[in-house]
């Protein structure tokens, strides 16, 4: 009953924040517009025709897409965050904590770095494809690496592991540094986007590209969340009903880093989504992965969403890097949860 | 039928080739670094203007309008808010995903390529001239411009022997890089009469204190703001090295206007000679 109820309010917020997001923005659209250009485009028309101007356009090509990217990286966010915590059993492991992101950039910048030393014929989609699949394999070469450092006897050990991710950080920010003084000054433009985050880039073509490497682990991810409850207790209860942990373990990562990878590609590094977001599906509404996987794809999606439309309306005409905006919502709210469990721990 | 379809083949093509070969000239348009700016405004299109980048500060009625991208960072919708027919901007600045939004927002971009040579500066100024559709105008202020930096480098100071000048781009204690070979302003010194006393590299690369004493420059030249940003002349003095190079010695210190050091169109013959002024 609660679940439902959750679920609903998510949904019911989710469709208001993107209907805001829509809605909102440095061109000054009235919604009855907005409705009827929307309307429109799905063949229906209220409040008349669309002017097919260029607020139009604006909806269109500007913020319908830039909403659904937001929509995307924040679910991909939310979801790999909760199920990577899930393997690690570590409420702490972030897929930009222990260094999957990093891995990720590292690769988007080595792949524009030296885009045109090795692929110089490379057509604008393939390129697109090319750096979501390499952020992706980066991804998933620094999760795997963080994973097997941290193992003692078979067990992911917590401080092991966060050692090892700072120790990658540290490793992908050096890297990147000595690769940013190889390249030009364009390149480094490209390369300082990385680093901040933001979706002023989306276009239909991006979005597109984005799709399927977020569908996929949003749909997959919650099949193997009776495998994750069990990973809780323990790994060898995973075995004792008969399922194979090494093949949850490597679905998990594989799905996680895939949506990951892909969303770094598009939007750069934002930080404190995957963190943030599971620990507040806990809050909500317990442990059960069957529950927090799914809830946590839709509070990213939600909380992405909102973050993307305060980074382009507080400081206008200019918009804030939205890294900044999700560190700064997100850093107090964090804060109140460890405060939280705290007193829970004493009591 | 058939004659009816050809006649609609004919109409559409004809009302594409049309749209496509005859550009009106731009009414309202957005500037996006100094130089474009200054040259648009001198091309007499200044009230035509409707928001520039932070970097636009000359003249004092560019520096009034709204400053739409700070440090290249933008938001499309914020540019397009304004409703402007024509965007001007470096090349590189916007990336493809940005070109290919304006694009489809049915937005002319052109993006100018800066060369900085006296050469460049025409072509640049020519350039900008065609974009907003003028031409004739474009031609008049290249033409004038090339004259009057013939006549500033036939007046031009000269020395014993030409002074070696480094240029610190500073923004801050921590954050000063030096200009190597190939940038504008190694072309601006030498236009000047000066030479850079970086030859190793090309670009901006970041300073050490070991690589100023080695290049002993006799002049050491920075932006107003860089300047103030390290606290000023004699701050600057006071600095780790600097007191070893001639132009510690000597306390020669340049400062120039950033925008006019780096304009390279219709102001470089003014920056030629105000620069060759403080290093001679």
């Not at chain 2, 070969?21 to 996006?32: D, E, F, N």
């Not at chain 2, 954050?175 to 000047?192: H, Q, Y």
């Not at chain 2, 600095?239 to 000597?250: D, F, I, Q």
Request: hydrophobic share 50%.
């Amino acid at each position: 009953m609660k679940k439902t109820v959750i679920y609903t309010c998510l949904s019911v917020g989710l469709l208001a924040s993107i209907c805001f997001s829509l809605a909102l923005g440095a061109m000054r659209i009235p919604i009855t517009e907005v409705i009827g250009t929307l309307t429109h485009a799905i063949g229906f028309s209220v409040f008349g025709n669309a002017d097919h101007g260029i607020n139009e356009g604006v909806i269109m090509m500007i913020r319908l897409p830039r909403t659904l990217m937001g929509v995307l990286v924040g679910a991909a966010l939310g979801i790999s965050g909760a199920a990577i915590q899930g393997i690690f059993r570590n409420p702490l492991a972030e897929p930009s904590l222990v260094g999957i992101s990093a891995g990720a950039s590292l690769m988007a910048v080595l792949i524009i770095a030296f885009e045109t030393l090795l692929f110089s014929s490379l057509s604008q989609l393939l390129g697109y494809y090319l750096l979501a699949f390499g952020a992706f394999a980066g991804a998933g070469i620094t999760a795997m690496l963080v994973y097997n450092l941290s193992k003692i006897n078979g067990q992911a050990n917590v401080s092991t592991m966060l050692l090892a991710g700072i120790a990658i950080n540290a490793m992908a920010g050096a890297l990147t540094g000595l690769v940013t003084y190889l390249a030009d000054e364009q390149k480094l433009r490209s390369i300082t986007f990385w680093m901040m985050g933001s979706l002023g880039g989306a276009t239909w073509q991006n979005v597109s590209c984005l799709f399927p490497f977020v569908i996929i682990p949003v749909i997959g991810l919650p099949f193997l969340a009776k495998g994750l409850n069990l990973f809780a207790i323990g790994e060898n209860q995973v075995e004792l009903i008969g399922l194979n942990p090494n093949r949850i373990k490597i679905l998990v990562v594989v799905l996680a880093t895939m949506a990951v990878g892909a969303s770094v590609a598009v939007s750069g590094i934002i930080g404190f989504i995957g963190l943030l977001i599971p620990h507040l599906t806990r809050l909500l509404g317990g442990v059960d992965h069957r529950f927090v996987l799914p809830v946590s794809a839709l509070i990213g999606a939600l909380v992405l969403t909102l973050a993307d439309m305060v980074s382009r309306l507080i400081v206008q005409p200019i918009e804030l890097p939205i890294g900044v905006v999700t560190a700064l919502m997100g850093t107090p709210i964090f804060l109140y949860i460890l405060i939280k469990d705290k007193k829970k721990l004493v009591n | 039928m058939r004659i009816k379809k050809y006649y609609i083949v004919l109409i559409v093509v004809s009302y594409f080739s049309a749209t496509q070969y005859v550009v009106a000239q731009a009414k309202r348009i957005i500037t996006l670094s100094s130089a474009i700016s200054e040259t648009v405004n001198a091309l007499g299109y200044g009230k035509n203007i409707l928001a520039t980048d932070v970097t636009s500060v000359w003249p004092e009625e560019i520096n009034r309008l709204p400053k739409v991208s700070r440090n290249r960072s933008f938001s499309v919708e914020s540019i397009t808010a304004y409703r402007p027919d024509l965007i001007l901007v470096p090349e590189g600045d916007f990336s493809k995903e940005n070109l290919y939004q304006f694009k489809s927002l049915g937005i002319r971009v052109v993006t100018i390529r800066q060369e900085f040579s006296v050469q460049g500066a025409t072509k640049f100024i020519r350039q900008i001239a065609a974009a907003i559709g003028d031409k004739a105008r474009g031609e008049q202020l290249a033409q004038k411009t090339e004259g009057n930096i013939n006549t500033t480098l036939s007046q031009l100071k000269k020395g014993s022997k030409s002074p070696k000048v480094l240029f610190i781009y500073a923004r801050g204690i921590g954050t000063m890089n030096v200009a190597g070979k190939g940038s504008s302003i190694d072309e601006i010194i030498k236009l000047a009469g000066g030479k850079n006393a970086i030859q190793e590299f090309s670009d901006f690369k970041p300073y050490t204190t070991e690589a100023l004493i080695k290049s002993n420059p006799d002049v050491i030249l920075m932006f107003d703001f860089g300047l103030s940003s390290l606290g000023g002349r004699a701050a600057f003095l006071d600095l780790p090295g600097v007191s070893y190079t001639n132009a510690g010695k000597n306390k020669k210190i340049v400062e120039m206007n950033g925008p006019l050091l780096i304009n390279f169109s219709n102001r470089l013959p003014e920056a030629i000679k105000a620069l060759n002024n403080r290093i001679l």
